[in-house]
């Protein structure tokens, strides 16, 4: 089954090179920003790294207990994306209407303030909710290789725990 993982890794990649904008512009949301983009990288690493996991020659039928989560977290992970894509599209709209330093720049500031006020709405601001996704991910992984890094009940605790979250963003999608 193709669950584009690698598309998902480049779109992470691609968000994390956009948000080097309002890294340039909102100096004073530089350590936000430059972990957000960190975490976004990591993200993409942990999808390279699953999807070499899941061929099948490398670790057979173990990949099917992890199909179920891939398809909770990967429509959440894009919903992310595609929402912090849309902070880049607020940044190219009606930019002559937009004070900012020069006439017509956009008041990135806002628009970085107000998406992250959404995402806190939504139920998780965007540094924990990236980092969620990175650790779901990564513990997916672990899960086809075998790993038992913790107990299982404290495993199966965290995955849970995980999985309602990315489980009510699914329905806060469907809503909207």
Known sequence: MDWKLLEYAKEAEDVASGLQVFLDEIP????????????????SNALHVLNEGLELARYGRASGRILADLEIVLPSLGHTLDAVRHMFSKSKRNSRVHPGAFPGTPPYNIIWEDAM???????M??????????????????????????????????LTESEAFIQRMLAIRALG
């Open 28 to 43: 004073r949301y530089a350590k936000d920003i430059t972990g957000d983009i960190a975490e976004l990288f990591a993200i």
């Open 117 to 123: 006020t959404d995402f806190k709405d939504e139920g």
């Open 125 to 158: 601001a965007l540094p924990m909710r990236l980092e969620l996704y990175r650790i779901y991910l990564q513990a997916l992984f672990d899960i086809i290789k075998g790993y038992d890094l913790m107990s299982i009940n404290e495993q199966s605790g965290m």
